[in-house]
């Protein structure tokens, strides 16, 4: 099924219903929830998922799991996708909540075929086995570390907010813990609760998350560095690729990376 959708064909009698839609550069879906699980892929295009516990960025031929129910608003940038609504009794994750994951050579097959599929296929013939081979994938994905995790403290969200719309790597939990008039002790205990992460580590994380944006809309790796602090290209690449695995000028590249 091809730009339908799932409002309209949710009741439909499957444990899965797959749309594959278009859409234009820079369009903002609105925040919503579906009944069912999303599984969100990217053929092209990036796109950023933002929920109240977090921003995802999910690259090209990547995807993104949102669980039953949760809140999310997508932000795509010339972005091609496969959706999977999947029942909630048929669910392959137990997450609750969004995860950007890998998608196998496999994987990415079943997907572009699945959106080929009569609405109501028939389950017990080739088309019921390519949609349980598909769950069976999504359950064996692995997992990015593409999620910026957001505090529920107000006056943290407010500071990470802040952040994120001027990244420096350079910034301190000595400068937070200042800003926010408490003792670094108490802001690294605070931070690490709300987010499930150390400062730095978060620090990091948000960084690359936001350099990943900017490299997949074009912006050059140089201009990202400095941007950011780092005191050159080579130290910048350095960070990235200790957490992705690849280096800024091949992570795009690397479409089952």
Known sequence: MRNASIHVLDHTPRAVVAIGTDYSDAYL????TH???QLLYGASGVMKVVTKGGNWIVPPQRAVWIPPQVAHEVMFYGVS???LYIEPSSIPLTRSDCQVIDISPLMRQLLMESVELPLEYQEDGRDGIL?????HEIARATALPLHIPLPVDKRLLLRCQEYLQAPNIHQSPQDW???LFMSERSFSRLFREQTSMSFGQWRQRACVVLALARLSAGAQITRIALDFGYESPAAFSTMFRRILGHTPSTYLDQPYA
Do not use: F
Not at 29 to 32: D, E, I, K, V
Not at 131 to 135: G, S
């Open 29 to 32: 879906l609105p925040s919503h």
């Open 35 to 37: 009944r069912r699980a």
């Open 81 to 83: 996708t496969r959706s």
């Open 131 to 135: 949609i349980n081979l598909l769950l």
């Open 177 to 179: 813990a200042r800003d």
